[in-house]
């Protein structure tokens, strides 16, 4: 299939009435690695945690039917803590650990490849009975930065799930010296440059 997935070593895996329960699991992914601390499905109930590394953006993008338009050595760690019983709680973050974005362009001198310079690029959500806060922020020596800010509130009527009625509020300060990480989404037929604030 589309997902190289490797069980590295064995895991207790149990059953029991409307019970699962995966013990601590290390699998190979997607060219990184998935580290399971837990999974437990308690009738209809169900709390994970974990963590992952050296996971490509270029291979998660692939494989969600959305490869970059660009070229990339991205990788992305993180870890998460979850339950859902039936509200949800817990936390995700998601964080660059190494690599870059290439952007390639035709110029008078030929073909030219050149780095974005991202150095810090995360996210982190905080759910708290399906109330949900998360931050994201993005640093390049290149394109500038960028801090965002979301809130969704709780939403009596869907236990268990983030709703897409849910009331959000949103915030994103950013300083823009160059907006050629944008133009490889613009299409070829506009030319995106210029600096936002």
């Known amino acids: 299939g589309p997902w190289a997935l490797r069980l590295a070593k064995p895991a207790t895996l149990s059953f029991a009435h409307a019970k699962a329960r995966l013990g601590e699991a290390h699998f190979t992914v ?8 837990e999974f437990l499905w308690d009738e209809g109930r169900i709390t994970s945690s974990g ?9 998660v993008a692939r494989l969600a039917g959305r490869p970059l338009p660009l070229r990339s050595t991205l990788t992305m760690g993180g870890d998460w803590s979850l339950a859902a019983t039936p509200r949800l709680s817990g936390s995700v973050s998601v964080r660059r650990e190494q690599g870059d974005l290439w952007l390639v362009r035709q110029s008078e001198a030929g073909i030219e490849n050149r780095a974005a310079g991202i150095t810090e690029l995360e996210g982190r959500a905080q759910v708290q009975d399906d109330a949900m806060q998360a931050t994201a922020r993005f640093r390049s020596s290149r394109g500038g930065s960028a801090d965002a800010t979301l809130k969704i509130a709780a939403d009596p009527k869907e236990p268990g799930r983030i709703s897409p009625d849910a009331p959000l509020a949103m915030t994103l300060v950013a300083d ?3 907006l050629d ?17």
Do not use: C, E, K, Y
Request: glycine residues 8%; aromatic residues 6%; negative net charge.
């Open 51 to 59: 963590h992952f590394a050296a996971v490509p953006v270029a291979t």
């Open 181 to 197: 990480l944008v133009q490889p989404w613009a299409g070829t037929a506009a030319l995106v440059d210029g600096r936002v604030h």
């Open 176 to 178: 823009l010296a160059s």
């Open 30 to 37: 997607a060219d990184g690695t998935v580290d399971i601390a």
